[in-house]
């Protein structure tokens, strides 16, 4: 499973980065209003720290004007992915964003017939969210299984994008159900390392170490 980092702080996504976790970014425009910077700065700063994909979000609703905006992105850096909704006109704009050769996640998925349209359009990845649907008092994960069985049956090549995820559970059942990529906010992918009985076998093994008198090394 790759892992995306959700996010458009420049400080977390180096971090992330250097501990070797990130396989790409996605970033939106909530995102950008959180990190207070132009989109078109943050974006190149992001894409020279991270190789792989880095998601940067339409903001037109009507296809040319979409287009014009695809193209001031895809100017940034070769890594731009452009996140485009999944609307009709968007649809539209991803088989054409597409046919240039150009990576095109199909953005606020909410059920499995948009993500079958967004594949259908040659979607590189679709971002079902998975938490909001779980706000709504549903599970968002019966979505990813949904979209993972209709893509299966056809042999579909966009990656399922497991997006608005909220807690460590939401990265495993997305794994268990074979989602291609998890796009997880900075904390949630840190917390994926923590377990309270790997803090206590690691405190147990250097009180006994200390209790040796060695040291490795000299
Ligand atoms: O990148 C889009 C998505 O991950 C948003 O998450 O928490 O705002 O629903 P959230």
Redesign the pocket.
Known sequence: MKFFV?TADVKEIRELNDLGLLDGV???P??ILKSGRKIAEVTKEICDIVDGPV?AEVTATEYSEMMKEAKVLAKIADNVCIKVPLTLDGLKACKDIRSDGRMVNV?LCFSANQALLAAKAGASFI?P?I??ID?MGTDGMELIEEIKTIYDNYGFQTEILA????TVNHVKMAALIGAHVA?V?PATLKALVKHPLTDKGLEQFLADWAKTGQSIGS
Request: hydrophobic share 20%.
């Open positions: 959700d996605t970033t939106n909530s995102l998601s953005t971002s969210f938490g909001r706000d997006a608005s995820i909220r796009t906010p």
